[in-house]
């Protein structure tokens, strides 16, 4: 697909998964013969879309988790109801509204409200509540399933992939970031726009984090993944404190001290952003984490240090993160 289309590969996994989800989904349904089998496509192509946003299998899960209690419930209304078209709406007015105040804050309930309506309304036609249930629920099933074995099966590695990518592209922007703080070439325009750029980034990291589909298990892997994000985060917020000593004017004379120091930052981020081993930054000199020992109050010196001594942490942190990720 990348030797076809390099910019339109992702769009290419996104249609196949999509197109052989909902052809699997309806055969199956039909297989099975299931009366209408367009609300197994309906789900698969919902859980597949989940994918671009992450989440797959939470949402296959809330699918099946609402479609079985909107079932139960609107199964059981319909059986006790009396007969008669105002005492239908009734019920399904009872149903949908308390369904739907429950679902509030819970994703889980938010099919439920849909599921029961479909249920209540459709039990006085030949199948009976209790086979429409039944069915609705299987009809769901059999799409949820189909939606995350398409995700898992197809391409199941990209996501990690463009997670490893994404990840060392934010490491070469935030040492671009440094090593241009630390230099004080760049006036506030330019500051702005970088800042903002590692930004969009950290964003997209975020993304592609919650983008890859861990199965049952592995919650240990997406937690340090999601925790690699924050400390990405750290790293900027350190990258904005030295910008601060750097920025003051004539900071730049007699903070060299901090700018060498700042500079082996720099190279372990340039390191990550190749997927190189990295040796974690040793501790700064006690004078440059006291700002110098000047007792002048000197505003730069003290962003300076308090700046370095976070950077060195943080980035450290972000060192073992990727070994741990294997990322480098």
């Given amino acids: 697909m990348r030797a076809l289309s390099p910019r339109r590969a992702a769009e290419v996994r996104a249609a196949l998964q999509m197109a052989v989800g909902a052809v ?5 349904a039909t297989a099975f013969k299931l009366p209408h089998p367009y609300w197994s496509v309906i789900s698969a192509i919902v859980v597949i879309q989940a994918s671009v946003g992450g989440g797959v299998l939470t949402v296959a ?3 099946a988790v609402g479609t079985l209690v909107g079932a139960m419930i609107g199964g059981a209304a319909a059986f006790v109801r009396p007969e008669g078209v105002n005492w ?3 019920t399904l007015a009872a149903c949908t509204a308390g369904l739907a105040f429950f679902a509030t804050g819970r994703p889980w309930l938010k099919v439920a409200p849909v599921t029961a309506a479909i249920v209540i309304a459709g039990a006085a036609g030949p199948e009976g509540p209790a086979q ?3 069915d609705r629920v299987l009809e ?3 799409g949820s399933g189909v939606g995350v074995v398409s995700i898992l099966l197809l391409f199941p590695r990209h996501a ?3 997670f490893r990518l994404q990840a060392r592209e934010a490491a070469a922007k935030a040492a671009e970031v440094l090593e241009l703080v630390i230099r004080g070439e760049a006036d506030v325009a330019e500051r702005l726009k970088i800042h903002a750029d590692l930004k969009k980034r950290l964003d997209a990291l975020g993304q592609a984090a919650s983008n890859v589909i861990d199965l049952p298990g592995a919650q240990k892997e997406t937690a340090d993944r999601a925790a690699l994000v924050r400390t990405f985060w750290r790293v900027r917020s350190d990258i904005v404190i030295l910008g601060r ?3 003051a004017k004539g900071a730049l004379e007699h903070l060299g001290p901090w700018a060498l120091a700042a500079t082996a930052a720099v190279e372990r981020l340039q390191g990550l952003s190749r997927g190189q081993a990295v040796e974690a930054l040793d501790d700064p000199d006690p004078a440059l984490k006291l700002g110098g020992g000047e007792p002048d109050g000197d505003l730069a010196r003290g962003a300076a240090a308090i700046g370095l001594v976070h950077m060195h942490r943080d980035l450290n942190d972000l060192i073992a993160r990727f070994r741990d990720l294997h990322l480098i």
């Avoid at 699997?24 to 199956?28: D, G, K, N």
């Fill in 245 to 247: 000593g750097f920025q």
């Fill in 132 to 134: 429409l249930a039944l």
């Fill in 24 to 28: 699997v989904a309806f055969y199956l």
């Fill in 61 to 63: 899960r809330d699918r």
């Fill in 140 to 142: 769901i099933l059999v």
């Fill in 88 to 90: 239908m709406m009734a």
């Fill in 160 to 162: 990690r992939q463009t």
